[in-house]
């Protein structure tokens, strides 16, 4: 099979291909990008743990960057690891398991007064009205932003991720006047906070004071963190949580366990994360030789984490294309693995697990019309972005 991640068919929903490469022991030769795609777990378990450091990250690791050459943004997560260290340092504490954990009763209280509404309607967009809403808020909140700016900043990166039907990378005039409008204001609002850093809120507060080698961090450098966090902050948890709710739907069985015990909300999502990945691949680039599955990447090459393929791995979990909330997973690559494993790791299983429980919380046996469901379109997130649901009696 001929296998290219920017095609129709794999940016429309890549996972009957990955089926297909999983067939092939080891990973797949993509000749056209010089790339290899690690489609098995096994291999991108092994090539994470053993090869980190025979691998660089500085080409960047969505695939337009690796693949298409596309501008990489200075910003940690394009770093390799001594670098990386020093600037993952400075926005690692807001994300530890306890200083997410204080902000629970926010977040719960947001979940509800988002809802409160729908309630009354009965019938709306489980993913559009409420936990994109939810999760644009959140991010938007702990980077000190008001509402309404946190929801159209949010929109304008969705506008930079738009695809047209076969778009090869982000050339699009839809893409470009959305970059330029989302970069000249976000440049435009930390200038104002240089000016009056009193007005700074959140975790930005302490990016204006951050140093890195004795030195403060610049305006782009902010500027590149707002766009990570306000984009991974709010564009990969809403994506599982209506995935969670949609293959609930299908299996009403789960549907009525979960409905019944609410302790099994996490597992839920878990599942939900593990069966529909939302960050389908990341991207790197080989430095050494690296030996894999029978094949050898050679320095200079690139890689493909498909975490989307890897999460379905037949050889590594029991019936791994069928959800169920039940299973026992000894190992998972939902969060990635090594030094660039997600920082918004406690952060996405609370409120996510937040955001589904209050759903279910007042949704009774909750109807989903699946016919008008539909999934983001594009080679980098993968996962329901329009789920229509009824509330139930
Ligand atoms: C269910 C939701 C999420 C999933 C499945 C997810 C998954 C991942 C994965 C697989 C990586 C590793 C990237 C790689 O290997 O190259 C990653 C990195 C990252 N994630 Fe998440 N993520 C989620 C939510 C979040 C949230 C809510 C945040 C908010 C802070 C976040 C922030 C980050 C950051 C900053 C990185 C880059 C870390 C680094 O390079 O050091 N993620 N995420």
Redesign the pocket.
């Given at each position: 099979m001929d296998y290219d991640p920017f095609s129709d068919a794999a940016m429309r929903d890549p996972h009957a291909q990955y089926l297909e490469l999983r067939k092939k022991s080891g990973p797949y030769f993509i000749e056209k990008y010089n790339a290899w795609a690690l489609v098995h777990f096994d291999d991108i378990w092994k090539v994470?743990v053993e090869h980190e450091a025979d691998m660089t990250?500085t080409a960047g690791?969505p695939l337009t960057n690796v693949l298409l050459n596309e501008p990489v943004p200075h910003a940690?997560?394009s770093m390799d690891l001594s670098e990386?260290r020093k600037w993952?340092r400075i926005?690692h504490a807001d994300?530890t398991k306890s200083n997410v954990e204080s902000d629970r009763p926010r977040i719960e209280a947001l979940a509800r007064e988002l809802l409160a509404p729908l309630v009354e309607r009965g019938r709306f967009d489980f993913y559009t009205d409420y936990v994109n809403r939810l999760?644009a808020i959140n991010?938007g909140h702990n980077l000190g932003l008001g509402r309404d700016e946190s929801i159209e900043w949010r929109r304008l990166i969705d506008e930079t991720m738009h695809r047209e039907t076969g778009q090869v990378g982000t050339s699009s005039p839809r893409n470009h006047a959305a970059a330029m409008a989302l970069f000249g204001q976000l440049h435009a609002y930390v200038e104002g906070l240089r000016r009056n850093p009193e007005r700074a809120g959140g975790h930005i507060r302490k990016y204006l004071e951050a140093e890195v080698d004795g030195r403060r961090l610049e305006n782009q450098d902010i500027v590149s963190l707002l766009v990570?966090?306000l984009t991974?902050?709010?564009g990969?948890?809403p994506n599982?949580c209506a995935g969670a709710v949609y293959y609930l739907a299908q299996h009403p069985d789960q549907q009525q366990a979960v409905l019944g015990d609410r302790s099994l909300t996490p597992r839920a999502f878990f599942e939900a994360?593990r069966y529909d990945?939302?960050?389908n691949i990341?991207c790197?680039r080989a430095i050494r030789d690296i030996p894999v599955g029978g094949e050898t990447i050679r320095a200079g090459q690139n890689i493909l984490?498909v975490?989307a393929s890897g999460n379905r791995d037949e050889a590594e979990f029991e019936r791994a294309g069928e959800f169920d909330i039940f299973r026992s997973c000894p190992r998972d690559?939902?969060?990635?693995?090594?030094?660039?494993?997600?920082?918004?790791?406690h952060?996405?299983?609370m409120?996510?697990t937040i955001a589904l429980d209050e759903f279910f919380r007042i949704s009774g046996r909750y109807r989903v019309d699946s016919a008008n469901c539909t999934r983001a379109y594009g080679e980098f997130l993968s996962g329901f972005d329009h789920v229509p649901v009824e509330l139930g009696a």
């Open positions: 994470s990250f690791q940690f997560p990386h993952r926005v994300y999760f991010a990570i966090f991974v902050g709010s990969t948890t599982v994360a990945q939302p960050t990341l790197r984490m975490y690559l939902t969060y990635g693995i090594g030094g660039h494993k997600c920082l918004g790791m952060l996405a299983t409120a996510g």
